[in-house]
């Protein structure tokens, strides 16, 4: 996407929004969301099958899984105590 698109930074926002989440623990579903949207939209924009509309694609609904999925939040527990020792979840707000 970014090759193709480097001035769409929609996708790469939506990674930034779900690793900030990750790192800091602190959750708001209108910033998950509006991450997810905006991805998304940008997968529109690029119009037919490509790699690029499948990359914006993908960034949408990882953010946006990790926010529906306990799972995730497990997942990203385990991956916050790998980065940063000692983090837990906080929680949402």
């Known amino acids: 996407m970014e090759e193709k698109y480097p001035k769409d930074l929609r996708p790469r926002k939506a990674l930034e929004t779900l690793k900030k989440w990750i790192d800091t ?43 529906c999925s306990p799972a995730c939040l497990w997942f990203c527990n385990l991956c916050s105590a790998g980065n940063s020792p000692g983090h837990q979840f906080n929680g949402c707000s």
Not at 56 to 64: D, E, I, K, M, P
């Open 25 to 67: 623990g602190v959750f708001k579903m209108a910033v998950i969301r509006k991450a997810s949207l905006d991805a998304h939209s940008a997968a529109r924009e690029v119009g037919g099958d490509s790699p690029a509309r499948s990359a914006a694609r993908s960034c949408g609904q990882a953010v946006a899984a990790c926010a």
